[in-house]
């Protein structure tokens, strides 16, 4: 059984404006205190360059029970049309010596046409197997970049701000649509791991955004149930163990959008979905402060 994923139009959010950089950020609570405050000032009138996932809590708790023959979703997530442009990144003089100078702010991983880092899930999955045990996360500051840029969650999970730059950083984690602070997170210099237990709370999509330096940025989803995946090398993705029934199968990507399709899963079989996604989003991957560094769109993502 075989289908291919359709898209669904989202009206694109305006361009983000630039994000202040905040000098000499350090973890004492008068500097943290104090970009907090302008972080929420700031998130009300700083909507994403992004395309939403449309991803919001249920009415309808999620019940875990047995799953016996149950059946299999898989696929490649491929891009339909041309890769959107990426960002590079010019760092200021104190920040380049860590950086290692200018560099592009790659939000497509693309092998040819097959797309990895995009999200998979069941939208309207009320019951189903446990829930993952894990519950704890990282996102990491790796040569100036935060990474993963996208990745999945179970809601209630912990965040931990790794830290691997000789670096003094601010990120805030905003929750969209609306834009709202849930939590702001500074670190100080390398090996350090700073945890973060309210931000991702509930059900709902979460920007990672950097306040110093001004381009970092990731994107948690947090849901309340089993049945999401990330697109792997080569675009591939499975979800397992689903009860039989009928299903809407969405795919998102910062870049990309969202995409979704209405999926029945047979008892003991493998239902093949190609998701093919289009570029929809400005040719901005992050834009900065001008205090922070300067962007320009002058390179594909590959």
Same mark, same amino acid.
């Given at each position: 059984m075989s289908s291919s994923l359709s898209?669904?139009?989202?009206?694109?959010? &305006? =361009?983000?404006?630039?994000? $202040?950089?905040?000098?000499?950020?350090?973890? *004492? *609570? #008068? &500097?943290?205190?104090t970009?907090?405050?302008?972080?929420?000032?700031?998130?009300?009138? +700083?909507?994403? *360059?992004?395309? =939403?996932? !449309? $991803?919001?809590?249920?009415?309808?708790?999620? /019940?875990?029970?047995?799953? %016996?023959?149950?059946?299999?979703?898989s696929g490649i997530v491929a891009l339909d049309g041309p890769p959107p442009l990426d960002s590079t990144i010019h760092p200021p003089e104190e920040i380049a010596r860590t950086c290692g100078g200018?560099?592009?702010?790659r939000t497509l991983d693309?092998? #040819?046409?097959?797309?990895?880092? &995009? /999200?998979?899930?069941?939208? !309207?999955?009320r019951r189903g197997r446990a829930l993952p045990v894990t519950r704890r996360f990282e996102v %990491? =500051?790796?040569?100036?970049?935060?990474?993963?840029?996208?990745?999945?969650?179970?809601?209630g999970s912990t965040i931990q701000l790794h830290s691997l730059d000789a670096l003094r950083s601010l990120v805030r984690v905003a929750q969209w649509p609306g834009g709202e602070t849930r939590s702001t997170i500074a670190t100080n210099n390398d090996g350090e791991v700073v945890p973060d *237990?309210?931000? /991702?709370a509930s059900v709902g999509a979460f920007e990672v955004r950097g306040a110093q330096p001004a381009w970092l940025r990731a994107w948690v989803?947090?849901?309340?149930?089993?049945?999401? +995946?990330?697109?792997?090398?080569? #675009?591939?993705?499975? =979800?397992?163990? /689903?009860?039989?029934?009928?299903?809407?199968?969405?795919?998102?990507?910062?870049? $990309?959008g969202r995409v979704e399709q209405p999926v029945t899963v047979t008892a003991g079989q493998t239902t093949t979905v190609a998701i093919r996604m289009r570029a929809s989003a400005p040719n901005v991957s992050a834009p900065v402060g001008p205090d922070s560094a300067t962007a320009d769109t002058s390179r594909r993502s590959r």
């Open positions: 898209r669904r139009s989202f009206p694109l959010a &305006a =361009l983000a404006a630039a994000l $202040l950089s905040i000098p000499g950020c350090s973890r *004492d *609570d #008068g &500097a943290v205190s970009a907090h405050a302008e972080a929420r000032r700031n998130a009300a009138a +700083t909507p994403p *360059d992004v395309v =939403l996932p !449309g $991803l919001a809590p249920s009415p309808t708790p999620y /019940i875990v029970e047995p799953v %016996t023959n149950g059946g299999t979703i200018d560099f592009v702010d693309a092998q #040819g046409p097959n797309v990895s880092g &995009a /999200i998979v899930w069941l939208e !309207g999955i %990491t =500051l790796d040569h100036c970049r935060l990474v993963p840029r996208v990745q999945p969650v179970v809601a *237990d309210r931000a /991702i989803l947090a849901f309340d149930h089993p049945y999401f +995946t990330t697109s792997g090398t080569g #675009g591939t993705y499975t =979800l397992t163990e /689903i009860p039989p029934g009928q299903y809407r199968l969405v795919a998102w990507h910062e870049r $990309l």
